[in-house]
Structures are given as structure tokens and as C-alpha cells.
């Protein structure tokens, strides 16, 4: 089966912003996360993997999990070119299916709001994470739509605040959340339109 994600991994990594917001997120987790060559890392919906390679040298191994077959064949490329012997690509939906694996840390950037069910998804992310571990998120706040355009059936960005108060039922705790990057998108009356992301991390 084909995803909408598919269609687009082979030119992923030509478009600026995509690498421009994972250099952002990557520096400021680099800044607010103890990372050091012991964790086991999970990048969810890691796409062609930019957040990872970024992150790579600095935590034990990654795997990259995505559920678009293509997104998975870049992935799988650009390891073998750049002999990235600890990060490994694996194609899984955690929306449909149960993994065993455990983490230090899981995270993720610009997957939740294609995530339907949140509060499951982040049951799950609770069990994969060892004791201690740390989630980190980076998605959009609430945005009218223009962001994905016409058709789009996610979520139109996230309030964290909202986010916090589920994963504390969630049983995590230590929420915190801040701007650290914005989208510039250029309208067609010549102004620019920014959708900010935010970075959001919590404990287990
Ligand atoms: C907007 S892209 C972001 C890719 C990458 N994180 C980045 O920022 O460059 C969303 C990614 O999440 C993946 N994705 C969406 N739903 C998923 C799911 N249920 N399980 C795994 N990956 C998913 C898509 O295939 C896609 O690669």
C-alpha cells in the first residue's frame, strides 16, 4: 500500500526549510537534552531522517521509523552513502501496530498532526520508554489550514498546553514548551505568512 508520503521522498531533501527547521530543532535539543553515546533513540515519522543524521554522533543509535516505504528507501540510501552505521531505518505504523522495543528517548518533528489518535499514541510512546526517558516533540500551534491546504484530515496544530494536560494523564510528568523555529511561507499577495513550531519535552 502507498501513502502520500511516498510520492514526495524522493525530492524531500530538496526543499531548504525542511533541512533549515531540522538544523533549529536539532540545536536546541542538543541545548535542553542530556544526550550522550549510551541512548537508544527513537525518531518517529523521521521522513528521510534529516533530524537524525543531525543528531546522529551525539546519542548511540537511532532507529528512524517511518510508515512510508519510499521515505524508508531514502532513509535506507542515505545510510549506506554516508556509512551511518548507527542508525537504522525500519518501516512500522505505530498507529497500527505494537512494538516491544524500549528507548531513552523518542521523538519526533512535524508527525504528530498527521497522528489521528494522540492519546493512544502517546500510551504507546509511555511504554517504550524506559524509566527516565524523555519524550520530545516539535509540531505546529494552532494554524487556519493554509499550512496543508484543502483535503487535509489532521490536526490543524496543537495548543501545548493541551498536549501537556494529556500526557500528565498519560503518566508523564516534567512538561515543558517553547517556540523554536517558524515556517515562512510567501502568499500570493507578496507578504509572508509564519506558522511557528514549537518544542515540547517530558519525562517518564
Ligand atoms: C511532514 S513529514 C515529516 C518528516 C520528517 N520528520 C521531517 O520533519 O522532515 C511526516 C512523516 O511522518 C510519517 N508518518 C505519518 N504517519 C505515520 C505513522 N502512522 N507511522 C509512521 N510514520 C508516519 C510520514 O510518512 C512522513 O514521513
Known sequence: MTN???DVAGTWDENPIHLERSQAI???????????????????????????FLLSEKVGHITMMD???????VME????????????????????????????LIFNQMVLHHIHDIKAIFEKFHKMLLPGGTLAIA???PEDGSFHGEG??????FYPEQLESM?????????SYEECYEVKRA???????LYPIFLLTASK
Open 4 to 6: 502520500n508520503f511516498d
Open 26 to 52: 536539532a540545536q536546541r535539543m542538543m541545548e535542553i537534552l542530556t544526550l550522550n553515546k549510551d541512548m537508544d533513540v527513537l525518531e518517529y515519522g523521521a521522513g528521510t531522517g534529516i533530524l537524525s
Open 67 to 73: 510508515n512510508s516505504k519510499e521515505m524508508v528507501r
Open 77 to 104: 540510501g542515505k545510510v549506506l552513502d554516508r556509512n551511518a552505521m548507527n542508525l537504522f531505518p525500519v518501516c512500522f505504523n505505530l498507529e497500527e501496530e505494537v512494538s516491544d522495543q524500549s528507548f531513552d
Open 139 to 141: 509540531d505546529l500551534y
Open 152 to 157: 487535509f484530515d489532521g490536526h490543524l496544530g
Open 167 to 175: 500526557l500528565l494523564t498519560t503518566g508523564f510528568r516534567k512538561v
Open 187 to 193: 502568499t500570493a499577495d507578496g507578504s509572508n505568512k
